[in-house]
Every structure is written in structure tokens, then in C-alpha cells.
């Protein structure tokens, strides 16, 4: 069992930066995919990013490519979404996730645990 714990929204101007936080329990975050997804009112929920277990693989949304960036730290059981150049059409609730797979991917469905979502607001 996994929890994880968002943190790290807000408000913010277009342009702008966030970074969001992601704390899990349990001592096996390591052995989790990780992905951060997003979902905007009366649209389903979309992967933003998503990570391997060891860090050293990341995908992303081509909306968002060289715009964010997803890292995770094992040793503090944190994943985390910086995000640089915010539009407004980044405005949603962000969740992470965690997966038991070996591979991460971008359907919501493979993963396992979710966090509770973290609102983003990107004003114009």
C-alpha cells in the first residue's frame, strides 16, 4: 500500500513557474513508476509525465515537452513536476500516481495509488 500526498499548487500568471511535490509512504517508492497526470473540469484525466524507477527515464505530453520537468528523489520518497512557462490551458487539478509496472506509461488505468490532486491555476 502507497499514499501519496500532493503539494506545491496554486495560482499563478501565464509564464510562470510551480513545482510540485509529490510525498509517498512506505519504504518501497523505489520499487514505483511514477506519473503525474492532470485533469481540467468536463475532461478526462491526462498524463503530464511519467518516470521509471531508478529516474533515469522520462516521457512527456508533447504539450508540455521543454516546458516541464519530472525528477524523483528515492531516498525522500518525493517525486516532483517543475513547471516553467505556464499557460493558461495548464489549468487543472494535478495528481501523481504510482504503478507496478516496469515500464511507465501514459494510461491512467496501469497505475496503482493516486494522490488526492493539487490545484493549478494559470491566470492570462
Known amino acids: 500500500q502507497v499514499q501519496l500526498v500532493e503539494s506545491g499548487g496554486g495560482l499563478v500568471q501565464a509564464g510562470g513557474s510551480l513545482r510540485l511535490s509529490c510525498a509517498a509512504s512506505?519504504?518501497?517508492?523505489?520499487?514505483?513508476?511514477m506519473g503525474w497526470f492532470r485533469q481540467a473540469p468536463g475532461k478526462e484525466r491526462d498524463a503530464v509525465a511519467v518516470?521509471?524507477?531508478?529516474?533515469?527515464?522520462?516521457y512527456y505530453t508533447d504539450s508540455v515537452k521543454g516546458r516541464f520537468t519530472i525528477s524523483r528523489d528515492n531516498a525522500k520518497n518525493t517525486v516532483y513536476l517543475q513547471m516553467n512557462s505556464l499557460k493558461p490551458e495548464d489549468t487543472a487539478v494535478y495528481y501523481c500516481?504510482?504503478?507496478?509496472?516496469?515500464?511507465?506509461?501514459?494510461?491512467?488505468?496501469?497505475?496503482?495509488?493516486w494522490g488526492q490532486g493539487t490545484q493549478v491555476t494559470v491566470s492570462s
Open positions: 518516470i521509471d524507477r531508478g529516474g533515469g527515464n522520462t
Open positions: 512506505g519504504r518501497t517508492f523505489s520499487f514505483y513508476v
Open positions: 500516481a504510482a504503478g507496478r509496472n516496469y515500464v511507465p506509461g501514459f494510461d491512467p488505468d496501469e497505475y496503482d495509488y
